[in-house]
């Protein structure tokens, strides 16, 4: 399913001042394709991720998901739509610590029409052994893992993917960027990556560079590294 954005604005009230997250922004990401949203605290990629995973709506302009128009749709009609299409994966984990890890996974599959098992998601993740443990018995890249897995076990068609390495260190990090390098390749999802780490840019099909709200650079990587390449900064 293609994204396609056209001038799309988004504003907030702040102390009764507006304050514009998104100006005019225009930007396409043709399906399965792996795109990073770079930029620094504040420039609007969070935000951007946001209005296109239908999690908040646009000011103005039209954001279009395969043929669904997802600017004009209800909130049912976006719940829908999320149930059945996208994944999200966030900087915090969100498990519920009173559940079992296949638990946890269990929940990203509820609505869905043709969900994967949980120990299949799991499998993916390369945690089927610790499907009957707790998240507090997990380290921070295993607890990432499940929230990963939460996210593919619907098989959604596009995968949003707010800091996911923003709580880990540089190991951790890796070994997630490796992880969802190997779902991009494996299963074809559109990945859209948001991060204000420049280093992990190189990963990618394609880098988008946001500054106050505005979309200054659209490059393509002529030669993707591998994540075990890459240095944090």
Not at 146 to 163: G, N, T, W
Not at 202 to 228: H, M, Y
Request: with cysteine.
């Amino acid at each position: 399913m293609d994204i396609r954005l056209k001038q799309v604005e988004k504003t907030f009230l702040q102390t009764k001042v507006e304050v514009a997250a998104l100006r005019g922004v225009d930007l396409e990401i043709p399906a399965g394709e792996f795109v990073v949203i770079l930029g620094p605290s504040g420039s609007g990629k969070s935000t951007l991720l946001n209005v296109m995973g239908g999690l908040d709506a646009v000011s103005a302009g039209e954001i279009t998901i395969g043929d669904e128009d997802i600017a004009g749709r209800s909130e049912k009609g976006l719940l829908t739509f999320r149930r059945d299409h996208l994944g999200f994966v966030f900087q915090q984990y969100y498990l519920l610590a009173t559940l079992t890890v296949a638990e946890n996974v269990e929940t990203g599959a509820y609505g869905a029409k043709d969900p994967h098992s949980p120990l299949e998601a799991l499998r993916m993740v390369l945690l089927e052994d610790h499907a009957d443990k707790y998240p507090y018995e997990l380290s921070g890249g295993e607890q990432q893992r499940v929230a990963i897995a939460r996210a593919l076990v619907k098989k959604p068609k596009i995968l949003f993917c707010d800091e996911p390495t923003g709580s880990l260190d540089e190991k951790t990090g890796k070994e997630i960027l490796k992880l969802l390098a190997q779902i991009h390749a494996d299963l074809k999802t559109t990945i859209v990556l948001v991060t204000h780490n420049k280093a992990i840019a190189s990963i990618a099909d394609r880098v988008v560079t946001l500054t106050s709200g505005e979309v200054v650079a659209d490059e393509r990587n002529e030669k993707k590294v591998s994540p075990d390449e890459i240095r944090w900064h």
